[in-house]
Structures are given as C-alpha cells and as structure tokens.
Nanobody, 123 residues
Framework: VQLQASGGGLVQTGDSLRLSCAAS????????IAWFRQAPGKEREFVAF???????TYAGSVKGRFTISRDNAKNTVYLQMNSLRPEDTAVYYC??????????????????WGQGTQVTVSS
C-alpha cells in the first residue's frame, strides 16, 4: 500500500485545514488508517484513527477540534482540523495497518506510512 499525504500549509491560530491521505495498491477498506504528527524535537505522536466497523479514536489534545473521516470509494482518509493552535504545528503522517483496539495508538502497529505534510500554525 502506498500512501500520499497532502493538504498541509501555513495558517493562523483559529484557522482550519483539511489533510488528505490517498492510498493505492491495496485493499484500502480493510485497513485501519491513523494520523500521527511529529513536532520539531519531539517524538511522533498519535492523533486520530479510523477503521471501518470500529469507532474513531482521537488523542485528547485534538478531541473536539479534529475529525477523521474516510471515503473508501476514493481510497482516501481525511483529517479536518479546526481551531488550530500553534502547538498543532508538526509534520503530519498517515499510516495504514490492522491494529487491535489496544494498540492503535502505537506506531509499531502500522505497516505503511505516507511521506508527511507540514502544518504550521502561527500565533
């Protein structure tokens, strides 16, 4: 499976962005798709997860502001980010795997990764 993340950019505090993760080369609907992010000098962290038949899951820091959704017909997962804050500044990565519920927040649960898209939120 190849993943292509896009949609990042430079925005101001309070603005919105929508990231896209387009997949090719596999049975997209059978995979769980997660978004992770990595800020400068920090470890990569879980942001959100979506898998058909399972509840979506969010990190506490983005819950209520970010929404993950997927369009299996287009092999694409989206991350709608509202009320952006400077602390949301990071490179955002999408990843595909088949994690069990208790491991969906772990990077090691995912087999395939996109190249990342930069999100910068200015204050």
């Amino acid at each position: 499976v190849q993943l292509q993340a896009s949609g990042g950019g430079l925005v101001q505090t309070g603005d919105s962005l929508r990231l896209s993760c387009a997949a090719s080369g596999g049975t997209f609907s059978s995979y769980g798709i997660a978004w992770f992010r990595q800020a400068p000098g920090k470890e990569r962290e879980f942001v959100a997860f979506s898998q058909s038949g399972k509840a979506t899951t969010y990190a506490g820091s983005v819950k209520g502001r970010f929404t993950i959704s997927r369009d299996n017909a287009k092999n694409t997962v989206y991350l709608q980010m509202n009320s952006l804050r400077p602390e949301d500044t990071a490179v955002y990565y999408c990843a595909a795997g088949r994690p069990i519920t208790s491991s969906m927040t772990y990077m090691t649960s995912y087999y395939y990764w996109g190249q990342g898209t930069q999100v910068t939120v200015s204050s």
